[in-house]
C-alpha cells in the first residue's frame, strides 16, 4: 500500500488527522479519543447517540474501547513521516530549501513568513502583518492595490483609503474593519443565538417524538400480543368444540341398545334356518309314515309371539326408528359457539357502545338540549334554567353518567357548518371562565373543531394539531379505564387512529360537548353535536 493511500486510511473522520490514542465504537467506527467524546457530549442533550460516520444510533453513551493495533499502527506511521505530519497548513515564503510553517503573513509583501524571517522583516507601517494566508491578493484592493482597511456600510464590502476618497464610495459612510468586524460578530452571536434556541427546541420536539414513537411501538407489541392470545384462545375453544362434537357423534353411533338388538336379529335368523332346513328335509321324505309322525306346532311358534295378544304389525318395526342419531344433543353442543363469539367480542373491546345522555343540570344556558338528551345546540337566545353550582357558564354539557372502570366507545357528530369540543372530563372540572371548556385543563381531554375547519386535541392547554385533512363530520371516543388511555377515531373508510392520551385517570370520567358560535357571511349558522350511540 502506497504512503498516501496508508495515510487516508489511518485519519479519523472527525479531525482529519492521524489518529490519537483511537478508539473503536460497537458499529466498528474509529475515532481519536478526545474527538468522539466532544461529538458524544454534544449529542447528550437529545439523549441520543450516534456514530458520526454510519449514524447508528445508541440509546445509551457507548463505551469506549481503545483499539491498540490501530494506536500502534498510527504511532508508527508518525515515526516513520514526522514531516509530513508536522508540517501542515501554510509555509515560509523564504524557506525553499525546507518547508517552515508560517506565523505570520505581510499584506504589503504579499509573503508569508516564519518566526526566523519575521525577525528580520520590515517594520514599517506600511507593512501590514496578519495571521497566515494563501489568499493575500483577496485583502489588498483590485482598483488602487492598497490594504482593505475600511468597510463600506451602504455597499457591505472592504475597501482601500483611497476608495474612501476619491472612489465611488467617496461619500458613503465608512468603519475601521475592526469595528464593522465587532459589529457584524454581536449580530451573529444574536443570530447564533438564536439559532441555538431554534436547534434546543428542535431536539426537544425530536426527542418527544422518538418518546412518542416509543411509547407506541410498546402499546402496539402490547396490542399484537393481546390479539395473539385472543386467536390462541379462540383456536382452542374451537379445537375443544370440534372433539366434543365429533366425540358425541361417535358415541352415538356405537350405541349399545343397536349392537344388541343386532345380536338378537342374528340368533331369530339362525333359528329359523334350522326350521327351514328340517322343514325341507321332511318334504324330502318319500316314508310318509314318518311325515305325519312329525309333530308341526313348533314351526311357526316364536316365543315372543306366543301371547298371542301383540299387535301384528308391532314385531314388523325397524331397529333403526327408535334409535337414530339424537340430532338435538349435537345441536346443543354446536350452540356453545355463541358462547365462544360472545367472549371474542368482549375480547376485542366491549359489549356494545356506551348509552351516553346529556345533563340538562349542567348545560350551558346558550346550548339547547335536544328531547333525546343526545344533540346539544348553541343558540343565541338565552335559556331561561336555574344558575346552580352544577351548571356550565357558557357553551358546555356534560353527561349524565360517568365511568370508572372497563372499556366503552361511543360515536360523536359534529355539523358540517359548526364547530365545538368532544372529550371527556372529571366531575371537579370548574364550571366557570375559558378553563372550564373541554381540553384547557388538566382535568379535561378533547377533539377541537375550529371556526376555519382545523382540527387538534387539546389537553391542560396544551394543543397537538392534527396533520392530515380530517373529511368526516363523525369520530369515535374510546375509553380504556384502567389502562388510563382515551383515544380518538375518526369514522372514515377505513377507520383512522387520530390520538391516544395517556393519564392514570384518578376519578369518574364524564362525556364533555362544547358547542360554539358561528359567522358565516355575518350570520350565525347551525352549530350543534350530537351523541351517537
Known amino acids: 500500500m502506497a504512503t498516501a493511500d496508508l495515510r487516508d486510511e489511518l485519519l479519523c473522520s472527525i479531525c482529519l488527522s492521524v489518529f490519537k490514542d483511537p478508539v473503536i465504537l460497537r458499529c466498528g467506527h474509529n475515532f481519536c479519543r478526545v474527538c468522539i467524546d466532544r461529538v458524544l457530549d454534544t449529542q447528550e442533550k437529545s439523549g441520543v447517540y450516534s456514530c458520526p460516520e454510519c449514524r447508528e444510533e445508541f440509546w445509551e453513551r457507548p463505551a469506549l474501547m481503545r483499539n491498540i493495533n490501530l494506536y500502534n499502527v498510527a504511532e508508527r506511521f508518525l515515526i516513520t513521516q514526522p514531516e509530513q505530519e508536522e508540517i501542515t497548513g501554510i509555509c515560509c515564503t523564504y524557506c525553499v530549501d525546507s518547508p517552515v510553517p508560517a506565523v505570520r503573513s505581510c499584506l504589503h509583501c504579499e509573503a508569508s513568513l516564519c518566526d526566523k524571517h519575521l525577525?528580520?522583516?520590515?517594520?514599517?507601517?506600511q507593512h501590514v502583518l496578519s495571521d497566515p494566508s494563501t489568499s493575500l491578493e483577496k485583502r489588498k484592493c483590485s482598483v488602487h492595490n492598497k490594504i482593505l482597511e475600511y468597510y463600506c456600510t451602504e455597499d457591505a464590502v472592504c475597501i482601500c483609503v483611497s476608495c474612501s476618497l476619491v472612489g465611488k464610495h467617496e461619500e458613503h459612510q465608512v468603519e475601521m474593519l475592526d469595528e464593522a468586524s465587532e459589529k457584524k460578530k454581536?449580530?451573529?452571536?444574536?443570530?447564533?443565538?438564536?439559532?441555538?434556541?431554534?436547534?434546543?427546541r428542535t431536539e426537544e420536539k425530536v426527542k418527544t417524538l422518538k418518546d412518542h414513537r416509543r411509547k407506541v411501538q410498546k402499546m402496539a407489541a402490547g396490542e399484537a400480543e393481546r390479539v395473539k392470545a385472543l386467536f390462541i384462545d379462540i383456536r382452542r375453544q374451537l379445537d375443544d368444540l370440534e372433539k366434543n362434537v365429533l366425540s358425541e357423534i361417535s358415541r352415538q353411533e356405537k350405541e349399545e341398545s343397536l349392537s344388541t338388538l343386532t345380536k338378537q336379529l342374528e340368533i331369530k335368523k339362525d333359528e329359523l334356518s334350522r326350521k327351514m332346513r328340517h322343514i325341507e328335509e321332511l318334504c324330502n321324505m318319500t316314508d310318509p309314515l314318518t311325515v305325519l309322525q312329525e309333530s308341526d306346532t313348533g314351526y311357526l311358534c316364536d316365543p315372543e309371539e306366543e301371547g298371542g295378544d301383540e299387535d301384528p304389525g308391532e314385531h314388523d318395526k325397524q331397529p333403526h326408528d327408535g334409535d337414530d342419531l339424537d340430532v338435538a344433543v349435537i345441536s346443543h353442543t354446536l350452540h356453545t359457539l355463541c358462547d365462544v363469539i360472545s367472549g371474542i367480542r368482549s375480547g376485542i373491546y366491549v359489549e356494545g357502545p356506551a348509552d351516553i345522555l346529556l345533563d340538562v343540570t349542567t348545560a350551558a344556558n346558550n346550548l339547547l338540549i335536544s328531547d333525546d338528551l343526545k344533540t346539544a345546540t348553541w343558540t343565541d337566545e338565552k335559556q331561561k334554567r336555574p344558575k346552580t353550582a352544577e351548571r356550565f357558564q357558557d357553551y358546555q354539557v356534560m353527561s349524565r353518567r360517568g365511568f370508572?372502570?372497563?372499556?366503552?366507545?361511543?360515536?360523536?357528530?359534529?355539523?358540517?357548518?359548526?364547530c365545538g369540543r368532544a372529550g371527556m372530563c372529571y366531575p371537579s372540572i370548574d364550571r366557570r371562565g375559558r378553563q372550564s371548556y373541554a381540553g384547557n385543563s388538566n382535568k379535561s381531554w378533547s377533539l377541537c373543531r375550529t371556526h376555519n375547519n382545523h382540527y387538534f386535541m387539546r389537553h391542560d392547554k396544551k394543543e397537538i394539531l392534527l396533520p392530515d385533512k380530517i373529511s368526516s363530520d363523525r369520530f369515535r371516543i374510546c375509553l380504556d379505564y384502567e389502562a388510563g388511555q382515551l383515544s380518538f377515531y375518526e369514522l372514515c373508510n377505513p377507520i383512522r387512529h387520530l390520538h391516544t392520551f395517556t393519564a392514570t385517570f384518578s376519578e369518574p370520567l364524564h362525556v364533555a360537548v362544547c358547542v360554539f358560535w358561528r359567522k358565516v357571511k355575518g350570520c350565525y349558522v347551525d352549530s350543534w353535536l350530537r351523541i351517537r350511540s
Open 119 to 125: 525577525k528580520v522583516h520590515s517594520k514599517s507601517t
Open 186 to 200: 454581536n449580530k451573529l452571536r444574536n443570530i447564533l443565538h438564536i439559532l441555538t434556541i431554534k436547534r434546543e
Open 404 to 418: 370508572t372502570s372497563g372499556r366503552h366507545y361511543w360515536d360523536v357528530e359534529i355539523s358540517r357548518s359548526g
